[in-house]
């Protein structure tokens, strides 16, 4: 198997990587049958003359934290895919979102834990798996930190922004739940802000809207015919970011879409999508749309 054929990449943090993540991603690679590539990204450094030498032994002590949790990680996951496949792993420099973005070119799956962030992180910054989920140009699965694989058999949900959007977000969340065995649940959340309310239903009552919204959406999943698995559709009142976060309750995997972006990334995450990553309570997946 070449190197371009490690099409799993699995990025490991430095406080290593849980069960949960390594249980995912050694899943994915077995049902794909492609190689495992475990990355760690050391930050680099910007060296001022007058402190080249601290910089320099923190670069050690970072190149050892590296080693160790890729060491780990590797080892707990060459015991999970037992030589089914291959498994690589390497230390990376540079800024890590960016890193792991440019590093996820070409693959069919990048997997990243999810760090509960502390106060500061909350205010000042988004995570790095959000970041990545945004710019990769690749499928991104974000694991959150504790997760288990769940007993039974629970669907993969998809979120659609809208029911005359939904085939080019349903198709691809289709075909990943048919890969998984798995049923595919088509979820629209619609809602107004109580202040609109009022005048929005003088003409209109809630069960009209949200009636007229399911029809669309029946009718949208019937013109993309057989999808080769069974499907089911909700339509919810309620605030988009609460049914979905609920929905991560309720399913093996979400499946959300990156928008598009005229920006020199190309992609971004709504602001539904990035709450939902950092509250879901199963693996995220975020893809482009079809």
Not at 67 to 78: F, H, I, K, Q, S
Not at 95 to 100: E, M, R
């Amino acid at each position: 198997m070449s190197d371009n054929e490690f099409r799993v990449l699995v990025a490991v943090g430095p406080d290593g990587a849980r069960d949960g993540t390594l249980d995912f991603a050694a899943a994915e690679a077995l049902q794909r049958g492609t190689g495992v590539e475990l990355v760690h990204v050391v930050h680099s450094l910007v060296v001022v003359p007058s402190r080249a030498d601290h910089v320099q032994a923190l670069d050690t002590a970072l190149l050892r934290v590296g080693r160790t949790v890729l060491t780990d990680a590797a080892e707990r996951m060459r015991a999970r895919v037992d030589g089914a496949v291959p498994l690589s792993t390497e230390i990376l420099s540079g800024p890590v979102p960016a890193t792991i973005a440019d590093r996820a070119a070409g693959r069919d799956l990048v997997v990243l834990e999810r760090r509960d962030p502390d106060v500061v992180d909350r205010l000042l910054t988004m995570s790095v798996s959000t970041r990545v989920a945004a710019h990769a140009k690749a499928p991104v699965v974000v694991v959150p930190h504790g997760w288990a694989p769940a007993a039974g058999p629970l669907p993969v949900t998809v979120g659609v922004d809208h029911p005359s959007e939904a085939a080019g977000q349903v198709e691809t969340a289709a075909a990943y739940a048919v890969a998984s065995g798995r049923e595919l649940r088509v979820l629209y959340a619609m809602w107004l802000a109580e202040p609109y309310q009022d005048t929005f239903f003088v003409n209109h009552t809630r069960e009209q809207w949200t009636a007229e919204a399911d029809l669309e959406l029946q009718q949208a999943l019937e013109k993309m015919g057989d999808l080769g698995t069974t499907v089911t559709r909700a339509v919810r009142w309620v605030r988009p970011v609460d049914a979905l976060v609920d929905a991560t309750r309720r399913s093996a995997v979400v499946v959300l879409s990156r928008r598009p972006d005229h920006g020199p990334h190309g992609t971004h995450l709504g602001p539904v999508t990035r709450a939902v990553l950092r509250h879901a309570a199963c693996p995220v997946l975020v893809v482009d749309r079809t």
